[in-house]
């Protein structure tokens, strides 16, 4: 009696579950979202690892930090009697450590994961030894890049990547006075051939749970969502662009991952720390260095409006100093001019100090506001064994950088392959610290966008080959059926920048996907039956007319029927929805053509959706492109041609001639061609012209030529035809009554 009973006023909620997202494996997991806010992010992580064996929890799941690069390494396996191989290299490798697993990449894209038992190092002939497992580990020598696995307890395997990442989100939603939070510890299983049954999941459901391998998925181990029983959605951000197959190495890599537009979506704060030591002078290092980041400003300054400002500063370091900076809020036309002048005007000189690189960031990016992303690209090419030693000013940079909350810190290496002081500095392993050339400044300049960006994109030809090869889930066909018109579409996309990044659901065939893809880079794809290759051409303005092969009244069997377009049905305004690469969203951009709006009366629009685009600059571009197309009333149709036509193939342009029909070298282009049944020699061709024939007019600007348009008012008939409708015509029109009392009547009036 009197005493007090506690009462439950709600429950705490966690939640296990196993969230199957994909076939795997991929290249990495990149973001987490639920309800449409970031839980975690690949370049932010969480709060720290889960427990020492799961690695970093910023270190992005899938994404492996790289170590260094070895210029030639080798490995032999073990002998019958001993249980590791023996991986060998000159030099050192700082920042291994024993038991930790490692992925050693090769050039030519394929790799082998090994686990680090011993280390010996032969100080006179300065020659490093590793005994690393598997014992079968072997390989000639070769240059290797090496990359820190995250093999986590959970996710065990030879081999398989993935790892546990940890969330501590605990305000995402409010917290615990108001819409729960997300804090816990997530299984990330890649899918890796010989990936093992998850430690979780065989705890619920008992021994027997399988390994899902070829399947990437997320395990969540009762993370803690607060005190709302409601489920909110999840959603992830999957990057695969170079795991081809079963997590073979991608075809033709160099050219799989395209680059978007720096994605300045929203207000951003860029610090530059760009390397004005003496080692810069060595070859082009410097001037390339410096078009590359007159190159980046371009691109940003693109991207650049009202509600997109930029913050930027860029400090010129060498001789242990600072030796000049430009500083710029708010950035504008002028101040963009200003910035890419001052790069014009840096020299290099003097030793390197990270510290000094770093040492104005703290002042720089006091002033910005928390919610704006902090950025800085360190471009060095300092490394180990520099005169003087730059490592010491490597602590005082680390302790700088550390101390500026939300900074991502970018490290590029420019030639050198000694990485080991610049990664101490990155704070975002899903790039590591890429070694870029010193040759060239597109490979740097590619690098700080792809650091600007949401991950690459993937080149349209590589996506239309793993569908035609893939023995999963794609049509099955051997590597060896592909032509070589695929390798050289690939070039020309990558040059482009056309890359997409598109979902595939097994609610709609292959062959519509496929199809998908060839409407968003307006290509074909088709066998060719001189070789029974499939082969894939770009409609591109790639030929000179005056070579293209010509078909007159000499070769044209039949002319069939040509027309063109009627003005009806021309537009000449066009909506292009694409996907916004922050919130994968729909945006959308529009082109109008003013001179046939005026020409036509009215704004006649259509709206044309291209989900696989990420970027808006490609938006525009492929807007152009199909307006260019609809806004003109091209000539199309089918023709039947002689033997002279045998050799041609979909896609490809010819010239038509013809006197009687007003033909003078129209530049046309195939999309389907008919052999013929064998007993008809005819060759059917359907054509279209060719829309790059037509030039810059067809878009916009000029004047058209003068006459009516669509909208001009009626003119009188020049010939009249009269006749008697017949009676089903009254019937139809005026009901069975009403013709019959019309009928009757002239009956009358003819009788008098």
């Known amino acids: 009696m009197g005493g007090s009973k506690s009462q439950i006023v709600g429950y705490r909620y966690a939640l296990g579950l196993h969230l199957a997202l994909c076939h795997g494996p991929v290249d990495a997991i990149r973001e987490i979202r639920v309800d449409g806010r970031t839980a975690w992010s690949v370049a932010r992580g969480g709060s720290g690892a889960a427990d020492d064996s799961s690695g970093s929890a910023g270190s992005g799941a899938g994404v492996e930090p790289q170590i260094g690069m070895v210029a030639a390494m080798s490995a032999t396996p073990a002998l019958p009697d001993e249980d590791s191989a023996v991986v060998t290299f000159a030099g050192t490798l700082p920042g291994v450590r024993l038991g930790q697993s490692y992925r050693l990449r090769f050039e030519d894209g394929s790799s082998v994961v090994t686990t680090l038992r011993g280390v010996d190092y032969d100080a006179a002939t300065d020659w490093t030894s590793w005994e690393v497992t598997p014992a079968g580990t072997a390989f000639a020598a070769q240059p290797v890049v090496v990359l820190e696995t995250s093999a986590a307890a959970s996710n065990m395997g030879a081999g398989a990547s993935g790892g546990r990442i940890r969330i501590d989100a605990p305000e995402l939603f409010g917290g615990e006075s108001r819409e729960g939070c997300i804090v816990g510890d997530i299984d990330v299983l890649m899918g890796a051939p010989d990936q093992g049954p998850n430690d979780y999941l065989s705890g ?93 400003l371009d691109d940003l300054e693109s991207q650049a409006a009202p509600d997109r400002l930029l913050d930027l500063e860029i400090v010129a370091w060498g001789d242990f100093t600072v030796l000049s900076h430009f500083t710029a809020r708010g950035m504008d036309a002028a101040a963009f001019d200003a910035a890419r002048a001052y790069v014009g005007t840096i020299t290099a000189s003097g030793g390197t100090s990270f510290a000094a690189a770093v040492s104005r960031a703290p002042g720089f990016f006091a002033p910005v506001p928390p919610e704006v992303p902090r950025l800085l690209f360190l471009i060095s ?61 597109e490979p740097l300049r590619q690098a ?79 066998i060719d039956r001189r070789t029974g290759l499939w082969e894939m051409r770009l409609i591109r303005a790639d030929y000179d007319v005056a070579t293209l092969p010509l078909f007159d009244e000499s070769n044209v069997v039949d002319w069939g029927r040509l027309g063109r377009r009627a003005p009806g049905d021309l537009v000449n305004s066009v909506t292009l929805r694409f996907t916004d690469p922050r919130t994968d969203d729909t945006a959308a951009v529009s082109l109008t053509d003013t001179a046939r709006v005026q020409s036509m009366g009215a704004v006649i629009a259509t709206t044309l959706d291209y989900p696989g685009i990420r970027s808006q600059s490609l938006a525009l571009r492929v807007a152009e492109r199909d307006l260019r197309a609809l806004s003109v009333p091209l000539l199309s149709g089918e023709i039947v041609v002689n033997r002279e036509g045998s050799n041609l193939g979909p896609g490809d342009v010819i010239r038509l001639r013809s006197e009687r029909l007003g033909l003078d070298d129209v530049v046309m282009r195939l999309s389907e061609i008919g052999q013929g049944d064998g007993r008809d020699k005819g060759i059917r061709l359907k054509l279209a012209a060719d829309v790059f024939a037509l030039g810059a007019t067809a878009i916009a600007g000029g004047r058209m030529p003068t006459g009516t348009g669509v909208t001009a008012p ?22 069975h009554s009403e013709a019959d009392r019309r009928r009757c009547q002239q009956i009358v009036l003819a009788r008098g």
Request: glycine share 10%; proline share 7%; aromatic share 8%.
């Open 204 to 296: 619920v459901l008992g021994a027997a749970v399988p390994a899902y391998r070829g399947l990437c998925s997320l395990v969540l181990r009762q993370v803690y969502l607060g005190i709302n029983p409601y489920l909110k959605p999840w959603a992830v951000r999957v990057t695969r662009v170079l795991a081809g197959e079963a997590g073979t190495a991608q075809w033709y890599p160099a050219r799989a991952a395209i680059q978007p537009e720096p994605g300045l979506e929203a207000p951003l704060a860029l610090y530059i720390a760009f390397d004005a030591t003496g080692s810069m002078n060595t070859g082009q290092r410097l001037a390339n260095a410096k078009a590359a980041v007159i190159g980046l």
């Open 381 to 441: 090419d300092g490394a180990v064994g520099d005169t003087p030693d730059p490592t010491p000013t490597v602590a005082p940079a680390v302790e700088t950088v550390r101390a500026i909350p939300g900074l991502d810190v970018y490290a590029f290496n420019i030639e050198r392959s000694d990485i080991s002081l610049a990664v101490q500095i990155d704070t975002t392993p899903q790039d590591g610290v890429p070694v870029v050339s010193g040759g060239d400044p």
């Open 448 to 526: 700080m966008r792809a650091a600007l960006g949401n991950g690459p994109d993937m080149n349209p030809a590589h996506i239309i080959r793993e569908c035609l090869t893939n023995r999963d889930w794609g049509l099955g066909h051997g590597q060896a059926e592909i032509g070589e018109s695929f390798t050289t579409a690939a070039d020309a996309l990558h040059a482009e920048g056309f890359g997409l990044s598109l979902i595939w659901q097994q609610d709609s065939t292959i062959e519509a996907f496929i199809a998908t893809v060839l409407d968003h880079i307006d290509a074909t794809l088709f």
């Open 714 to 735: 009626p003119r009188a008939l020049a010939r009249r035809m009269v006749e008697e409708a017949p009676y089903w015509l009254l019937v139809r029109e005026l009901g």
